[in-house]
């Protein structure tokens, strides 16, 4: 990341400026505001970020891909693992300005020469610390896609303090981000407004983001369940100081249906007009309570189909399927149009909505963390799947009749154990791509996420694997290549970064730190 870079991460808050000083003083434009207020700035960073996250680029073509929640239907290079570089290249960067951008939130309410103007939009600290705890959330996507990237260098970049960021361990990472939301949620005066306006994700409500920071502190802390004996210290602090406790302190970010401010997911469909994706096999038939006979593989609830199927897709001659993993593309098309599977652009699920609420991070994921933090405690998970069916039909605007929930409560409860808990946890990350491709390489689970080498479809009477585009050496993706950009710019801290991945190569397949498993079905015990 070298200074070029810089100026990129400097210069993307979507309302504000330039900020280096240099090209202020060469590109002054009269009629645009040289201060933006911290609210505008908030609401910028939020949205930026959501739009180049929960998109039909990098969740549907990429994490959404990985987890098997989607498939595409037509061009499956991205399903089968072959990225882009341009793509690859241009998110690396989006994301790594999302950073700047709520950090410029942080600056003008620390510096003394903007801190008391923008106080009134809010309390200056709570600002402070609901940009930290976003800044915490993003780079938890960053590292959990990318592993070893630059992370304590990027706060020293505007001063000029550093031009080339080298590439921290994740080990480091970790701690890091522990640490911020620690010192975000403590300095959080729920009595006080964190923002007046410009907070989409939470009206500006102080204890609602000091839930969310504790909340996300416990994800952080189960993926470290496996390698750091501190993390159930973690979720400890942060359950005394105050988590989720229902559906309303759900983290979503709600699009609006005027103007051009909707869903990327629409966006994607319906607006550039193209008809790329439908729900993938693999979770359409766990919520089918489908066991996989092409794999021969078990399923924890065989015969018993998940009320969230009508909310997560839409039906096909009334028959709900999903699509093969990934076959090559012609192949692809076919089995699409014999398989039945449902036509998103002619009959979209909620999801494809202009005014979906994508989910930064769920109550219910919060009850699925407690429950494995528990020993798998039985009160937790039923209260986790409960939360997550109440959730889906809140959003969706639907009722679920009691009877139906509770007949579905029975089925699911009978045994719970790492495997259940991991599923359902997985079923509720709907379109939270890269948390539920995370859980997948954490826990193992679901077993029925089709490997590489395992059938994913059959046309006619022909089955067809699973066959990768790149090495994953016999597992799902393990991670993204850093993109070829930063081996030009970037390149003594990249070559660094490289030499510490496994083979001493930019490949698909080394592991996160947080990932313990020694082979592709391992379901490594907390330590």
Not at 71 to 84: A, G, K, L, P
Not at 341 to 354: D, F, I, Q, R
Not at 381 to 387: F, I, K, L, S, T
Request: hydrophobic share 35%; aromatic share 12%; glycine share 6%.
């Amino acid at each position: 990341m070298n200074k070029f870079l810089k100026y990129i991460l400097m210069g993307t808050v979507v309302l504000s400026t330039a900020s280096c000083e240099n090209l202020e003083n060469m590109n002054t434009d009269p009629n645009r505001a040289s201060e933006v207020p911290s609210n505008m700035l908030m609401e910028g960073a939020e949205k930026w970020t959501m739009d180049n996250i929960y998109d039909v680029w990098f969740s549907a073509r990429q994490c959404l891909a990985y987890s098997q929640q989607w498939s595409q239907r037509n061009y499956t290079e991205e399903d089968r693992y072959q990225i882009r570089e341009s793509v690859n290249n241009n998110y690396f960067n989006y994301l790594y300005q999302g950073m700047a951008n709520f950090d410029k939130v942080i600056k003008v309410n620390q510096d003394a020469a903007t801190a008391a103007t923008n106080s009134a939009y809010g309390a200056n600290k709570n600002q402070i610390a609901a940009a930290m705890i976003m800044k915490v959330w993003l780079m938890d996507v960053i590292t959990d896609t990318w592993g070893n990237v630059p992370y304590s260098d990027i706060a020293q970049l505007e001063d000029s303090a550093v031009l080339y960021c080298r590439y921290d361990d994740q080990k480091d990472i970790y701690a890091g981000m522990i640490s911020d939301l620690t010192e975000a949620v403590n300095m959080i005066d729920v009595n006080e407004t964190a923002f007046t306006s410009g907070d989409i994700i939470y009206g500006g409500d102080a204890s609602k983001w000091k839930k969310f920071g504790n909340s996300l502190k416990c994800r952080l802390a189960i993926h470290l369940s496996k390698v750091d004996s501190n993390w159930k210290t973690y979720i400890k602090e942060a359950l005394a100081s105050g988590v989720m406790t229902s559906n309303d302190d759900a983290a979503k970010f709600t699009y609006v249906a005027s103007g051009t401010d909707y869903a990327k997911f629409y966006e994607g469909f319906f607006v550039d007009k193209r008809n790329d994706f439908s729900i993938n096999k693999t979770l359409c038939d766990l919520m089918k309570g489908q066991r996989d006979t092409l794999n021969d593989k078990s399923h924890p609830w065989e015969g018993v189909v998940d009320p969230r199927l009508q909310i997560y897709t839409t039906t096909n001659d009334s028959t709900y399927n999903g699509m093969c993993v990934a076959t090559s593309t012609g192949v692809q098309a076919k089995i699409f149009k014999q398989d039945d599977v449902p036509n998103w652009y002619y009959n979209p699920p909620l999801c494809l909505s202009k005014t979906y609420a994508v989910p930064l991070m769920t109550y219910a994921e919060q009850k699925f963390i407690e429950c494995e933090y528990n020993g798998y405690d039985a009160a937790d998970y039923e209260a986790g799947v409960r939360a997550s069916l109440d959730y889906w039909y809140g959003l969706a605007g639907v009722s679920l009749a009691q009877s139906d929930a509770d007949a579905y409560v029975a089925s699911v409860t009978k045994t719970v154990d790492a495997e259940t808990c991991a599923i359902q946890k997985y079923i509720d990350l709907f379109t939270n791509g890269t948390e539920a491709w995370t859980e997948i390489r954490r826990t193992g689970y679901p077993n029925q996420i089709v490997r590489p080498g395992e059938y994913c479809g059959v046309l006619g009477t022909t089955k067809y694997a699973f066959s990768p585009l790149s090495d994953t050496k016999g597992d799902i993706i393990e991670r993204v290549k850093y993109p070829t950009n930063e081996s030009t710019l970037n390149g003594t801290n990249w070559a660094a970064a490289v030499a510490k991945l496994t083979d001493g190569t930019n490949n698909y397949y080394s592991r996160m730190y947080w990932d313990a498993r020694t082979s592709t079905y391992e379901h490594p015990s907390n330590k």
